[in-house]
């Protein structure tokens, strides 16, 4: 089932003693975990427990106080939010954050802006090498939107799609973003239970077909401890526990976390 290949002994992504805090509350305290490159690695705790705030940070939406978060060796939190994506870090977010009022294909092909070399005079004259910039990368979403089985409804806007199917072009534009590494963040919210079946077998065909790594926060545990290698659990900020899935369904620190933790 977890058949996640490590290419290489150093981490794809290294999170090492980060912490955060806002004003006196310290939302996460001294994480570090790393992530190998062809890994799905879960991110799971209870409400509260830091896995969006980690996710900010990775995306540099946040800055941690203090900590270091590196991408093969490079510095991340040397880089501008709007940089992040053209590093190979990929995103979808809890609440859909698709363009309403655009076409299917249309959302999808903005995930690709952040990898564009053209300057915008190219573009707007038009100019040879700007074109078949823009044919590749047209080329790219088709296949993309293939993939996805987004062929029917590419043309349609994304405000008239049920939710599951705006779940599915969220996260076609994270992959025409090109990433080395795609976090998901609560992909199965508001999905029937066929979805999430559904989803599962996505996650793992991106890894396995499309060679992505996969950084996964959920709450729907079946999912998390079905598809990911290993899972990292965080409770009031606080990383309590790693280790491959079967090993944290059975962590006494883990258990309790869940039935007796009253995380706000």
Known sequence: MHSAKRIESSPLLSVKDVCVAFGGLNALRDISFDLHRGEILGLIGPNGAGKTTLFNCLSRL???????????GE????????????????????????????????????GCHSHMRSSS?????????????ERRFREEIEEVIEWLDLRKDAERLVDDLPFGTRKRVEFARALAMRPKIIL???PAAGLNHEEVMALGDLIRRTRDE???????????MSLVMSVSDRVVVLNFGEKIAEGAPAQIQKDPEVIRAYLGGHAA
């Open 62 to 72: 946040y800055s941690p106080k203090s900590g270091e978060i590196r991408l093969l």
């Open 121 to 133: 005079l190219a573009q707007a004259l038009r100019l040879p090498s700007a074109l078949a910039e």
């Open 75 to 110: 510095n991340l939190l040397a880089f501008r939010r709007d940089q992040i994506a053209g590093r190979g870090i990929g995103r979808t977010f809890q609440n859909i954050a698709c363009f309403g009022s655009m076409t299917v294909r249309q959302n999808i092909l903005t």
């Open 210 to 220: 499309r060679g992505i790594t996969v950084l996964l926060v959920e709450h729907h």
């Open 184 to 186: 998901l963040d609560e």
